[in-house]
T-cell receptor, first 114, second 110 residues
Framework: NAGVTQTPKFQVLKTGQSMTLQCAQDMNHEYMSWYRQDPGMGLRLIHYSVGAGITDQGEVPNGYNVSRSTTEDFPLRLLSAAPSQTSVYFCASSLRGEGAYEQYFGPGTRLTVT | DAKTTQPNSMESNEEEPVHLPCNHSTISGTDYIHWYRQLPSQGPEYVIHGLTSNVNNRMASLAIAEDRKSSTLILHRATLRDAAVYYC???????????FGAGTRLTVKP
């Protein structure tokens, strides 16, 4: 199993550009989520999905879109990048259900918006 | 959402036990207590979780207060590789999303 993979590892954007951060998992996990981590801070939840075709907002959803067309993939789109979106982005996945399941995190994408 | 409170930082000596505290006074009955850690330049990794009873695994132990309003992560013998930020998180069994706080930065001295 590759686990949770994220591409790219690094990205530099100009203000106003758009891009998609890719996230994929091969563990057949229903639950997937995106977090951002600013320097010296904890992670903040952007969007999450409990299964294909279902997405919902987290704490800081503004400026980001997501979709979940397959169980494996959960891309995060920045529609018009702003310097405030400079951050490290982590994707995670887990089983879903009434039990508590560990989340598996990807290695992160370091994004700089100039 | 139920919140957690942790000390900003703690220090430990190598090969000594470490007790990392967490307060979660507004915990609900469906909240599981999770601990994750984040090594430098890496994504968080799962450490342990529990609901009501104390839990042990190969990485650590989790001691949960009887009223569930606090918990303690115990690393039995700290190593230099345990230096990380440790996050105590409440995860609702019904909706599964997790909200991270600032965590505790653990420094391990040789």
């Amino acid at each position: 199993n590759a686990g949770v993979t994220q591409t790219p590892k690094f990205q530099v954007l100009k203000t106003g550009q758009s891009m998609t951060l890719q996230c994929a998992q091969d563990m057949n996990h229903e639950y997937m989520s995106w977090y951002r981590q600013d320097p010296g801070m904890g992670l903040r939840l952007i969007h999450y999905s409990v299964g294909a075709g279902i997405t919902d907002q987290g704490e800081v959803p503004n400026g980001y879109n997501v979709s979940r067309s397959t169980t494996e993939d959960f891309p995060l789109r920045l529609l018009s990048a702003a310097p405030s979106q400079t951050s490290v982005y982590f994707c995670a996945s887990s089983l879903r259900g009434e039990g508590a399941y560990e989340q598996y995190f990807g290695p992160g994408t370091r994004l700089t918006v100039t | 959402d139920a919140k957690t409170t942790q000390p900003n930082s703690m220090e430990s000596n190598e090969e000594e036990p470490v007790h990392l505290p967490c307060n979660h006074s507004t915990i609900s009955g469906t909240d599981y207590i999770h601990w994750y850690r984040q090594l430098p330049s890496q994504g968080p990794e799962y450490v342990i979780h529990g609901l009501t009873s104390n839990v042990n695994n190969r990485m650590a132990s989790l001691a949960i207060a009887e009223d569930r309003k606090s918990s303690t992560l115990i690393l039995h013998r700290a190593t230099l590789r345990d230096a990380a930020v440790y996050y105590c998180i409440l995860r609702d069994a019904n909706n599964n999303d997790m909200r991270f706080g600032a965590g505790t930065r653990l420094t391990v001295k040789p």
